[in-house]
């Protein structure tokens, strides 16, 4: 793994799961104070400077980390386990979204339906592909084809994140079928 990609993964950690883990504080919009962030990296045995959390940022495959405008606070974009506001504004989405996932969870979620289990959101995608690889980090994918728009006429709200990625509260089972 790239010296970029490793860094990457800490900072997804910190930001989203765990700033405690490096002894720093998120403000309630998810943000972590950038001099902080460095100092305590750097303390973590994660050399990093303001130069090379600018090339992540910037050419991070999914675009996974927001800076405010003048660049003193950072923020992962989505897939956040620890309660933050992401500020995020209702959206309407295209009329199908998809879901990854794995072959093993499909008996629990055709019994439970779509649940965003450790993180705030259920995560879905425009496309197809995008769901095939997010569904093969837990094993055989499986791609759950979404009906969002029968969805939205029932009252569901979903959200678009800043790397866009859809987000939504649930799915229950009668919205969801198996595309492949
Ligand atoms: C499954 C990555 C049993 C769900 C990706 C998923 C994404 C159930 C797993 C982002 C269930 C949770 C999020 C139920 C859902 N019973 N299993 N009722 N309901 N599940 O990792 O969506 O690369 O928390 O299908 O690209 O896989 O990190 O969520 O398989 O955008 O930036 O429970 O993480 O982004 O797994 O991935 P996760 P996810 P990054």
Not at 25 to 39: N, T
Not at 69 to 78: F, G, N, V
Not at 93 to 117: C, D, N, W
Request: proline fraction near 2%; aromatic fraction near 8%.
């Amino acid at each position: 793994m790239k010296g970029d990609e490793k860094l990457g993964r800490f900072m997804s950690m910190v930001l989203r799961h765990k700033p405690e883990s490096i002894g720093i504080v998120l403000d309630e919009y998810g943000y972590a104070d950038v001099k902080q962030l460095l100092k305590a990296m750097k303390e973590h045995g994660k050399y990093i400077d303001m130069a090379t959390l600018e090339r992540i940022v910037a050419e991070n495959d999914k675009k996974r980390y927001s800076f405010n405008k003048d660049h003193t606070k950072i923020r992962a974009s989505q897939g956040h386990s620890i309660s933050v506001d992401l500020q995020l504004e209702q959206k309407i989405p295209p009329k199908v979204l998809y879901h990854g996932t794995a072959e093993r969870f499909l008996e629990s979620i055709q019994k439970k339906g779509l649940l965003k289990m450790s993180r705030q959101y259920v995560h879905l995608s425009k496309d197809i592909q995008t769901a095939v690889k997010v569904g093969q980090r837990h094993g055989k994918a499986v791609v759950l084809n979404v009906d969002a728009e029968k969805m939205v006429k029932d009252g569901f709200c979903f959200y678009l994140s800043d790397n866009g990625v859809w987000l939504c509260e649930k799915v229950p089972c009668q919205y969801f079928s198996i595309e492949l």
